[in-house]
C-alpha cells in the first residue's frame, strides 16, 4: 500500500454529523462561524503505482462554532470523478497518471478534477479549490456539492488553490499554471470583484513550465514564483514523473503591476530553490518583500530520472525575498528568516498584501517527527513562540481569526485540527494567537481521524 494511505495519510471511510463536540475548557464567546478544512482522501484505495497524495478526493471538514456548542460535518466534493468512481463502486482514475481517451478528449480534463486543497469563500459562495481545475461550488451549510464554479460564464480555468483576497477591496485576485494545455508554460490570471465578477483573463509564458502553487500580491504588484518543479508531458510520455526538479533551470519569479497588461511582467532570477507557499508580501517604497516558506530543493517529487528528494534539503523555512524595483537588477535577494522546518504559513488575513506583524506556520521542532508545533513569529521583534505537542502528535495548518473585525492585528484565535496518535483520532484546538504557548483555550474533540489535508478558512457567522 503506498505510505500515502498510511498512517495519518489513509483516508477515512465515512461522512458524518455531529451534533456538540466535547470541549475541554472554553470556547471564546466571541468565536463564532464555520472553520472549513480541505484536504486529500481517495473515495477508494488507489490502485495506481502513479497515485499521488495530491490526487486523492478532495473531503470538506466543516466545524461550526456557536451558542457555545461546536458542531462537525465532513463530506466529500462530488467531483465529476467522484461521482464516476462512486456509481462503479471502484478506483477508476488515476490523476498523476496517463490520461485516457475520454479524459484526452475533454480540454478541461475534468475526470481529474479533485477539488483537494483549499476552500475558502468569496461573493457568498463557499468554492473547494485545486489547481487545475475552476472552482467547485459547496452549500456552506450542508456541505452538498452544487458544482463546478464558471463566475456566471464559460470560465474554464485553471485556476489557483491560492487566490489571495484585498482586504481593502475585498477583489480576489487568481492565476493558473499550464493555461494553454496541460504542462504548458501558460500562466493565465485575472480577478473576481467583490461581488462575484470576473473581470479580463491576461496570459504570459512563463520561462518553463512549473508547478507553481502559490503567488503574492501586495498593494501594488503581483509576482508569480516559477520555481524548477517542472512539468513534462514528453517526460511523463516516456515512463518518467510527470513533475519532477530540475535544479539548473534556476529560479525565476515575474513581477507585474497590477491593473497593467501582461506584456510588462518583469523577470527576476535567482538560485534554484522551491515553495509551495507564501506567508505575505508587502511594498516599502521601490522594493517588496515576500516572507515564503522555502526549500532548497522541492519535496514529495522526484529527480527526472525518478530519485526520490534529499530529505535534508527537502524542509521549507521561513525566508524573506526582497526585490528592489529600482535598482536596475533583475537578481533579488533571499535571507532566511527562522531556523525551524515549518510549513502552511499564514497571517491575520486583515494584512493581507500589506506590511504585517505577525505570522502563523505549523513546525518541525525537537526530536520526533512531523508538524508537531504551532509556531507565530512575531516580525517586529523577531521572537518566535511555540505551541508545542505531545510527542507523536502533529498539526495541521492553523487559521487565525481575529476576536472581532476592528481587533488589533494579531488580536484573536487560532484555529488548529491535530492528530493525536496515541489515539488514533483528532482535535480541535483553539489558542489565543498572541499567547500561543499557553495552554489551548479550548480542545474540541471528535471521535475519529481527520486525516493530515492541507488548508481551510474561517468563514465568521453571518
Ligand atoms: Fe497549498
Known amino acids: 500500500m503506498p505510505s500515502v494511505m498510511q498512517g495519518n495519510h489513509a483516508p477515512i471511510w465515512t461522512e458524518s454529523d455531529a451534533y456538540a463536540l466535547p470541549v475541554v475548557g472554553e470556547l471564546p464567546r466571541n468565536l463564532c462561524g464555520t472553520l472549513y478544512r480541505n484536504g486529500p482522501n481517495p473515495q477508494f484505495i488507489p490502485i ?43 478506483p477508476l482514475i488515476d490523476v498523476f497518471g496517463p490520461p485516457d481517451a475520454e479524459r484526452r478528449a475533454d480540454p478541461e480534463d475534468k475526470l481529474s478534477c479533485v477539488a483537494n486543497t483549499n ?9 473547494a479549490l485545486e489547481e487545475g ?47 494553454a494545455g496541460a504542462f504548458t508554460p501558460d500562466i493565465a490570471f485575472g480577478t473576481v470583484d467583490a461581488a462575484g465578477r470576473l473581470g479580463p483573463i491576461q496570459r504570459f509564458a512563463a520561462p518553463y513550465a512549473s508547478m507553481v502553487h502559490d503567488f503574492c500580491v501586495t498593494e501594488g504588484h503581483v509576482l508569480f514564483p516559477v520555481l524548477p518543479l517542472t512539468g513534462s508531458l514528453e517526460r511523463a510520455m516516456r515512463g518518467g514523473p510527470p513533475f519532477a526538479w530540475e535544479p539548473e533551470l534556476g529560479a525565476h519569479v515575474g513581477i507585474l503591476p497590477r491593473g497593467a497588461p501582461a506584456g510588462a511582467i518583469r523577470w527576476f532570477r535567482g ?3 522551491y515553495v509551495f507557499h507564501v506567508m505575505n508580501a508587502w511594498e516599502e517604497g521601490a522594493r517588496i518583500h515576500a516572507d515564503v516558506a522555502q526549500y532548497e530543493q522541492a519535496p514529495l517529487f522526484p ?17 524573506r525575498w526582497t526585490f528592489d524595483l529600482g535598482g536596475g537588477t533583475d537578481s533579488f535577494t533571499s535571507e532566511y528568516i ?32 512531523g508538524l508537531n508545533a504551532i509556531a507565530h513569529i512575531d516580525h517586529a521583534t523577531g ?7 505531545p510527542e507523536g502528535d502533529a498539526t495541521s495548518e492553523p487559521v487565525f481569526v481575529p476576536r472581532a473585525p476592528d481587533a488589533a492585528e494579531g488580536d484573536g484565535f487560532l484555529l488548529a485540527v491535530v492528530w493525536r496518535n496515541g489515539e488514533r483520532r483528532s482535535d480541535l484546538l483553539v489558542l489565543d494567537a498572541a499567547a500561543v504557548d499557553r495552554a489551548p483555550l479550548a480542545t474540541v474533540q471528535l471521535s475519529h481521524r481527520v486525516p493530515f489535508g492541507f488548508h481551510g478558512n474561517f468563514v465568521a457567522a453571518a
Not at 476552500?119 to 468554492?127: D, N, S
Not at 475552476?134 to 451549510?141: F, R
Open 133 to 179: 481545475h475552476p472552482p467547485v461550488e459547496l452549500d456552506a451549510g450542508t456541505l452538498a456539492t452544487i458544482g463546478l464554479y464558471r463566475f456566471g460564464g464559460d470560465f474554464a480555468g485553471p485556476f489557483t488553490a491560492h487566490p489571495k483576497i484585498d482586504p481593502r477591496t475585498g477583489e480576489m485576485l487568481f492565476f493558473g499554471y499550464f493555461a
Open 383 to 389: 521572537r518566535r513562540t511555540l505551541h508545542a505537542l
Open 303 to 319: 529527480w527526472p530520472d525518478g530519485r526520490p528528494p534529499d530529505p535534508a534539503r527537502a524542509e521549507a523555512r521561513l525566508c
Open 338 to 369: 527562522d531556523d525551524l522546518a515549518g510549513e502552511f504559513p499564514r497571517l491575520d488575513e486583515r494584512r493581507a498584501g500589506l506590511p504585517y506583524r505577525h505570522g502563523y506556520y505549523a513546525c518541525h521542532h525537537g526530536a520526533g517527527s
Open 271 to 273: 538560485s534554484s530553490r
Open 48 to 90: 495506481s503505482p502513479h497515485h499521488h497524495w495530491f490526487g486523492g478526493d478532495g473531503m470538506i471538514h466543516a466545524f461550526t462554532i456557536g451558542d457555545g456548542r461546536v458542531r462537525y460535518r465532513n463530506r466529500w466534493v462530488r467531483t465529476p470523478k467522484w461521482l464516476r468512481e462512486n456509481a462503479a463502486g471502484r
Open 119 to 127: 476552500i475558502l469563500a468569496h461573493a457568498g459562495r463557499l468554492l
